[in-house]
Every structure is written in structure tokens, then in C-alpha cells.
């Protein structure tokens, strides 16, 4: 029950932190610059799938990430960690996208971000979301390989309509400074949320 306790309140505090889409905080120092600790938040969507509303909340917890100090200058941002510095991501990224089913609301203009209802009332199973990462540099776009989806139903959420999945990307060679953007779509190729963040 303490990891539902946890994980939950992370998918709650998502809701806060989604317009931010980060877990911050100022530099001791030097005020202008942001100190990122996990989990890094990408952001908080739903979507309708037939009768019912799934939320998807993603995020970060690498280990990367820890202590990691963004530093505004004239020629841009610098990142680093104590007296190391870092230009780039590392080899590869892990990701966390946790899944809540629910009944819509009544008044389905309050659900938060509404992504196109599918065509079909079929339910739209776990094994059904398929995702896809890219990296963004100005208007260039560059695939980045997910090497492996891990697919997670833990004890606590048997309770509830919910679901996890762990997504492995390939980020060496990626720039600090690019943006990263996840498309979440169905089996049938519908596109169902996008997430970026841009440290």
C-alpha cells in the first residue's frame, strides 16, 4: 500500500505541476538558474476511448537528471552537475508513462487537453497504445529509437482500471538543449496525446 500511496501521489501532484512539466528548484546561488530533481514531468493528458476517459501521466525518474543545474548565459543555456558538465543526454533515457481509466465526466469539456474520440466505442485495451520519441531542434525532427516498452500492472493497481508502462529511449548524441517529443497512438495508428519538455 506505501507504493500506491507514492506513485499515486505523484500522479496526483501531476496535475499541479503539468503547466510547468517539471520538479524544481532555484540554485542556492545563483537564482536565474533551475536545479532539476526526478521525476521530470513531461505532462498530464486524457483522452476519451469510447464511454470512458483515460488520463496518462509522463515523466522521468533517471537518475541523470539528479542534481542536474540549468545555467542561463549570453550564449545560451549550460548544464551541469557539481564541477562536471554535460552537453548531451545520456545513452539512453527512461521514461514512465502510468495510465488511470475512468468514467468521462458528465461534461466532457472539463476533461482536461480532450484528444479526438475514437471512431469505434471499442475499448481500448493496455496492450493497444503504441509510442513513438522524437528529438526537436528548431524545425528539425530527429527519430529516436525506443528499444524496449515494459509493460506493468502492479498488485496495488488490480484495484483500479490502471496500468504502467516503462519506456527505454535511445538519446546518445541528443543535445541537452533539444526538445523531446513523445506521440501516444492506438494499434490503428490514431494519434491519442503528444508530450514535449525542453529542459
Given at each position: ?144 529509437e525506443i528499444t524496449s516498452v515494459e509493460f506493468q ?47
Open positions: 500500500m506505501l507504493g500506491c500511496r507514492i506513485r499515486w501521489s505523484l500522479f496526483a501532484s501531476a496535475v499541479m505541476l503539468a503547466t510547468t512539466g517539471q520538479v524544481v528548484r532555484s540554485s542556492p546561488k545563483h537564482t536565474n538558474n533551475i536545479v532539476y530533481h526526478p521525476p521530470v514531468i513531461l505532462g498530464l493528458q486524457t483522452f476519451q476511448s469510447g464511454p470512458t476517459c483515460i488520463s496518462l501521466y509522463v515523466y522521468t525518474e533517471d537518475s541523470f537528471f539528479e542534481d542536474l543545474e540549468k545555467i542561463e548565459t549570453p550564449t545560451g543555456p549550460k548544464f551541469r552537475r557539481k564541477s562536471t558538465w554535460f552537453t548531451e543526454f545520456p545513452d539512453t533515457i527512461l521514461l514512465v508513462v502510468d495510465a488511470s481509466r475512468k468514467a468521462c465526466p458528465r461534461d466532457r469539456k472539463s476533461v482536461p487537453r480532450l484528444q479526438e474520440r475514437r471512431e469505434s466505442d471499442q475499448r481500448l485495451e493496455p496492450d493497444q497504445l503504441r509510442f513513438q520519441a522524437e528529438f526537436i531542434t528548431g524545425a528539425a525532427k530527429r527519430p529516436a500492472k502492479e498488485p496495488w493497481q488490480e484495484l483500479r482500471d490502471d496500468w504502467s508502462y516503462k519506456l527505454t529511449l535511445k538519446s546518445k548524441g541528443a543535445a541537452l538543449t533539444n526538445e523531446l517529443l513523445i506521440t501516444v497512438k492506438s494499434d490503428t495508428g490514431q494519434q491519442l496525446a503528444r508530450f514535449s519538455k525542453k529542459l
